[in-house]
T-cell receptor, first 116, second 111 residues
Framework: SAVISQKPSRDICQRGTSLTIQCQVD?????MFWYRQQPGQSLTLIAT?????????ESGFVIDKFPISRPNLTFSTLTVSNMSPEDSSIYLC?????????????FGPGTRLTVL | GENVEQHPSTLSVQEGDSAVIKCTYS??????FPWYKQELGKRPQLIID?????GEKKDQRIAVTLNKTAKHFSLHITETQPEDSAVYFC??????????FGQGTELSVKP
């Protein structure tokens, strides 16, 4: 499987600020999924970023709150904007890489966010 | 949309016993069903998966079965060991190309 890294691994942030999470993959990504995992909960899909198009967001998530960028084929960022304590979660990227089936998903190590 | 239900939410077994986790899904067009293991503080790890053209798949102590008619699939772990203790998630790949996850099962294997 591809090597996936995320930065930062964890952060503690103040209410009202923003944090940008980076996801780097060692091979070309055709599709990038961003998930949120709240404490003790399952994984919830935030948005899907297809190659060459704007990200599509799931119900309950909006671009103003979670803007996503894909400046190149191996890198993506998710920003958590105007944070509140309810945003405290683990955020995980999950890329679909070229040569793999469109459904086999592996996860980055995650970014553990705490909002005070 | 797709809905995946997972049971039980917690499961405690003695070392050496078997563990079974069950999931049901709602979208009959779903065709791919992976299982993930998540240890405390770590990312979910893909441990086994099954596609809709197969009824059963086995990998050492782990097996997965799929009943498309009933829309349910199960994870079977035999000869459980303490290192099997983790949270397990089932998922179903829906028509929209997305993985929908179950709620998770916290498995505890007691030595």
């Amino acid at each position: 499987s591809a090597v996936i890294s995320q930065k930062p691994s964890r952060d503690i942030c103040q209410r009202g600020t923003s944090l940008t999470i980076q996801c780097q993959v060692d091979s070309q990504v055709t599709m990038m999924f961003w998930y949120r995992q709240q404490p003790g909960q399952s994984l919830t899909l935030i948005a899907t970023a297809n190659q060459g198009s704007e990200a599509t967001y799931e119900s309950g998530f909006v671009i103003d709150k979670f803007p996503i960028s894909r400046p190149n084929l191996t890198f993506s960022t998710l920003t958590v904007s105007n944070m509140s304590p309810e945003d405290s979660s683990i955020y995980l990227c999950s890329p679909i890489t070229q040569g793999r089936g469109a459904d086999t998903q592996y996860f980055g190590p995650g970014t553990r966010l705490t909002v005070l | 949309g797709e809905n995946v239900e997972q049971h039980p939410s917690t499961l405690s077994v003695q070392e050496g016993d078997s563990a079974v986790i069950k999931c049901t899904y709602s979208d009959s067009a779903s065709n791919y069903f992976p299982w993930y293991k998540q240890e405390l503080g770590k990312r979910p790890q893909l441990i086994i998966d099954i596609r809709s053209n197969v009824g059963e798949k086995k990998d050492q102590r782990i097996a997965v079965t799929l009943n498309k008619t009933a829309k349910h699939f199960s994870l079977h772990i035999t000869e459980t060991q303490p290192e099997d203790s983790a949270v397990y998630f089932c998922a179903a790949h829906n028509q929209g190309g997305k993985l929908i996850f179950g709620q998770g099962t916290e498995l505890s294997v007691k030595p």
